[in-house]
């Protein structure tokens, strides 16, 4: 997909992926409202994106985005460059494009979607994307999520991931069995439950808050879960 507000720009940049033999051109938007819209409902693998654009810019777009998508920045402002990697994109080009550093954005792009449609095992990893790379965790090791604003904090057995994502999102991709969202800012792995209260919950000696009408939820699946 372009996401392009000049036509001129939309031109150039329609051109560069339609000569690209490993490309497919789905979608071209003059803004991020519909971009919106046709990525909620259509899949796709690669934005070619404008920051500055009126109304809704790139980076109200990069916030709504809750699917692994590769995004390659491409914008005439070098100033946002800084910006734009802590969201996690696959790299930012300047304006006017040159055709070799387009096509070596386009394959770090492929080589980081390659990485996220390798087969895993159903139901015990995750794919998620931090500090610039996909990365894929065992869903048995995480101990609890946590809300970061824009971002959420996956802890785990081994480290802390930051992730651009929302609660809902990752929960969605969790076992119901395993996981429940004891707080609008935690979501924690039953297995790692130590021990819980009518407010709260231990998991490693952290504690965690809960809310109190997600108690009975808790004591329900904690008997469920295998352990």
Not at 76 to 85: I, Q, T, Y
Not at 137 to 158: F, R
Not at 159 to 177: G, R, T, W
Request: glycine share 2%.
């Amino acid at each position: 997909m372009v996401v392009e507000n000049s036509k001129v720009q939309q031109t150039i940049i329609c051109k560069l992926v339609q000569n690209h033999e490993d490309l497919h051109l789905s979608a071209i938007c003059d803004n991020a409202i519909d971009a919106i819209r046709i990525i909620k409902n259509h899949k796709i693998d690669l934005i070619l994106l404008d920051i500055e654009m009126p109304h809704i810019n790139g980076f109200d777009l990069l916030k709504s985005l809750d699917k692994n998508i590769e995004i390659i920045i491409i914008t005439a402002n070098p100033n946002h460059a800084l910006k734009a990697f802590d969201y996690g994109v696959t790299d930012y080009l300047l304006k006017p494009v040159k055709i070799d550093r387009f096509y070596k954005a386009v394959k770090k792009a492929s080589i980081n979607y390659g990485k996220v449609c390798e087969p895993v095992e159903e139901g015990e990893f995750l794919m998620v994307r931090s500090n610039m790379k996909n990365r894929k965790i065992n869903i048995k090791e995480i101990k609890w999520v946590e809300a970061l604003g824009d971002y959420i904090k996956i802890i785990t057995e081994n480290e802390n991931l930051i992730v651009l994502s929302s609660m809902k999102s990752i929960s969605d991709k969790l076992p119901s069995d395993r996981f429940l969202r004891i707080h609008r800012s935690y979501i924690v792995n039953l297995n790692k439950v130590e021990k819980f209260g009518c407010t709260s919950v231990e998991i490693d000696k952290h504690q965690l808050p809960m809310s109190r009408k997600q108690k009975p939820k808790l004591e329900l699946l904690l008997e469920k879960v295998d352990i």
